[in-house]
């Protein structure tokens, strides 16, 4: 098997090249003449099925180490379309705590409508699971490092547990990325992923995707299809040029951050680090087993709580004050003002996300730089320094 850099450049690459092109040609063509296909072979960008979308997908099967993969218009589309495809009326799914916001609200709103109920397991405890499997169980869903406490569920248990119980496994490898977590190659039967944040990692585009055997994600493919949740192709262009410096640009995010996780965690004004580098990281052993980069992502709590977060923020320079994540920018978020808004401050408390905690998407910016900003924005909030008005251009 070749390196994940080879892969992220080649993998999937039509051979002969289309009209000897060395980068994949973008066909802005809605449509393509029809030669008696079935419904669901035409040529029709809706059904994924431009040169673009079909190499894209063979690249990220290749990444991921699975069978088979789609891309969709969002991470969200690609959530949409696994569970839609897996679940019916009447069904029942297991649900990992702490999830994307945007998968809460698909499970409480739109499936909770549909008759598809759920139940919330302790990703630490999987001793607790068997307990909570009911008859009409019929999937199991994690994500790999949750947001925004970055845990690490005990993800090899997982695998054990809907392989016993006969559930479909599923898995959101969002923020961890193949670079440091391949799920497929674990057991897991269906990866998701937000492309819009590490595998094209510019901040400029929507996208998602999904991998696992080629008849799983064939049934998605098909309820995608009917969804409408298509790429277009120039974003699939776009995604496509993203991936080629995936593994060298996570690999620089992740060092980064492990540089600024160990700052932080040993510095006066900060409360407490999270991030999988560090040994005081609640599941350390477990990342350095399984991940084979630690991640971009970390989050922190400043000791003066609340105000002392919205002063650090208002003092950072270089990182935007904004969602998302996984970009070459860096970006940096108040979980309980953003994502996590619609959680009373009980519910957010339970789950750690509390007022004071900041998110940080650390990004390509050269470490010693981003160190030196985070370093002086808590320096000057503890001064209680006056606010400086940025001047363009100033970083
Ligand atoms: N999964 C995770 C873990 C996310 O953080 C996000 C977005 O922030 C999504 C899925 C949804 O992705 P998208 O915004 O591309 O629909």
Redesign the pocket.
Known sequence: MKQIETKALHAGSPRPRIGGAVVTPVFQSSTFEYHGEDYHDVGYMRLSNTPNHEVLARRIAALEEAESALVAA??????SGVLVSLLSAGDHVLVQDCL????SGLLNNDLRRLGITYDVLDPQAPGTWPAQVRENTRAVYV?TLT?PLIQLADLESVVAFAREHGLVSVI?N??ASPVAFRPAAHGFDLV??????YLNGHNDL???CVAGSAERVRKVKLALDHLGGCLDSHACFLLERGLKTLALRVRHQSASAARIAAELSAHPAIAVVHHPSLPSYPQHRRAARLLDTWGGMMSFELKGGLEAAEAFLARVRLPAVA???GGAESLIVRPAAA?HSGLSPEERGRSGVTDGLIRFSVGLEGTEDLLADVLGALRDTSRGADLAAPEAGSE
Do not use: R
């Not at 969002?74 to 959530?79: D, E, K, L, R, Y």
């Not at 994307?100 to 998968?103: D, L, N």
């Open positions: 969002s991470g969200m589309a690609a959530i994307y916001g945007g998968t994500e947001n959101d969002t923020f998701v992923e937000s492309c819009t944040k929507i996208a998602g969602a998302s994540l994502v």
